[in-house]
């Protein structure tokens, strides 16, 4: 038996896998990635912060002449870019854009900026990034003239590239020029700013080739050009495991746990009897039943229904595989007379043996004579105390025995009323053997009032027949 084997990515009718695409097998971070000698054209837009100390305005000529005043606090960014990467982590770039904003009187300027830039990056697919270069910053306006400085221009970002064809880009930048003022002060004019580029040059990932995988484990027939020691296939013919490097595992009895000693079988899946079939709680082995008789012998891995408590002699089901020849539903090694069935009279009916009521107990069994009430009355008149107390006596001896204790009534008078008091006079009999040492347990009390009559209830002497309390054994 052969474990199933893992699915292949993709299965020809043929048999011949066609392995996933070169970009599907490239983990996430590297897909679409930079590559050397490529191009990007790109476009920016954002936001230019300018300083309080700049110096973009032109000097004072005369009575024409123009004179410093702050810009405003942020205007618009907007440009072009166009690079080449020779390499995949590094570019050269030129960029140019306008600022248009206010000046602190309220008339327009434009600032203009052309910059190349080197540029370093990480080459993966979201790539932080490194830039410094040189450039111009200029400005137009009516109130501050037309002026243009050179400026250090230097910052970072990070890049995600969509696609092959399409990339995000985040620009920081800081243009460091000449501050407002005499000497060598620095102004620092940040921007803001978010791109999209294109992509061009970038080389289209070669058709994947087809691989053979005959059996369809996702592991490579052996000899084939381009697959790894790792990805070929041990046992082409037959599907397996990786971990078995392809080979199916033995599984020599059957029994859905495979034979020790094979590559990535986990220790709860190896069998610790290969050549027999047994139950996986008990490792594989076979189940023991000594004496055959479809239950279990004890220390099992088994429910406890199923657990043999006579394992070397056969025995029914119903008496947890032990045997009993008499059929007296108890066992012979608790049976006393294991060749002759119980009689199950309430006399020593654990022992097995068959037996008689004895005749102290027959003798209180049926209608108990001398057992008298006041009338109409529950109330137990002394002179019922013997016989009552060789009833305690009896059961005391006895203690095994389980009793009825009846009363009933004469026809006389409302049967509703006959019903009670003979209810009451039965209680009252069981409440004086329970006082006397009687376990209540063992004790039924039941009124009949005169719904069974042992006499005719036609004459005085019938009546008191009639009137009377009855000892049963309870079966």
């Given at each position: ?210 691989l053979r995988d005959t059996d369809g484990d996702g592991l490579y ?137 004895p005749k102290e107990v027959k003798k209180i069994s049926g209608v ?108």
């Amino acid at each position: 038996m052969t474990a199933p084997p893992p699915a292949a990515s993709a299965t020809s009718t043929a048999g011949t896998t066609q392995p996933r695409s070169a970009e599907e097998r490239t983990p996430w971070i590297k897909r679409h990635r930079p590559v050397r000698n490529s191009w990007e054209l790109g476009i920016y837009g954002g936001v230019f912060l300018p300083s309080t100390r700049h110096e973009f305005y032109e000097p004072d000529l005369g009575v024409e002449g123009f004179g410093y005043q702050r810009l405003a606090r942020a205007g618009a960014d907007l440009g072009l870019r166009v690079g080449y990467y020779p390499l995949s982590f590094l570019g050269l770039e030129l960029e140019g854009g306008v600022m248009p904003m206010k000046v602190a009187d309220g008339r327009p300027a434009t600032l203009y900026t052309f910059r190349p830039v080197v540029l370093a990056q990480l080459p993966y697919r979201i790539a932080p990034f490194i830039r410094v270069g040189f450039g111009l910053l200029g400005i137009s306006s009516p109130s501050l003239g037309k002026d243009i400085d050179p400026t250090l221009n230097v910052g970072g970002g990070v890049k995600f590239y969509i696609n092959r064809l399409l990339a995000l880009r985040l620009d920081i930048v800081n243009n460091v020029a000449t501050a407002r003022g005499v000497g060598n002060a620095r102004s620092n004019n940040l921007e803001i700013l978010l791109g999209l580029s294109l992509r061009l040059g970038k080389q289209k990932e070669a058709p994947a080739q087809s691989l053979r995988d005959t059996d369809g484990d996702g592991l490579y027939d052996p000899g084939q050009v381009g697959v790894a020691p790792a990805d070929e296939d041990a046992c082409p013919q037959e599907p397996g495991p990786r971990e078995n490097r392809g080979c199916p595992l033995r599984d020599t009895d059957g029994d859905g746990l495979y034979d020790p000693g094979q590559a990535g079988v986990a220790p709860a899946d190896e069998d610790a009897c290969p050549q027999e079939p047994g139950p996986r709680e008990n490792r594989g082995c076979p189940l023991i039943d000594s004496d055959k008789d479809g239950l279990f012998d004890p220390n099992q891995p088994v429910p406890a229904e199923q657990i043999d408590l006579c394992p070397n002699e056969p025995g029914p089901r119903e008496l947890k595989g032990c045997p009993d020849r008499d059929q007296d539903k108890i066992i012979d090694q608790n049976d006393k007379c294991p060749d002759q069935p119980e009689v199950y009279n309430q006399i020593a009916d654990s022992d097995g043996c068959p037996d008689e009521i004895p005749k102290e107990v027959k003798k209180i069994s049926g209608v108990l004579e001398g057992i008298y009430f006041d009338v109409d009355k529950d109330t137990i008149k002394p002179r019922s105390k013997p016989i009552l107390d060789k009833a305690v006596k009896v059961l005391k001896e006895y203690s095994e025995t389980r009793w009825r204790i009846e009363g009933h009534t004469d026809s006389d008078g409302d049967r509703e009323h006959n019903m009670d008091l003979s209810q009451r006079r039965a209680e009252a009999v069981r409440n004086y053997l329970v006082e006397h040492g009687i376990d209540a347990q063992r004790l039924v009390p039941q009124g009949f009032g005169p719904d069974q009559p042992i006499d005719t209830n036609a004459t005085a002497k019938g009546k008191a027949k009639n009137r009377r309390i009855e000892f049963k054994l309870i079966d």
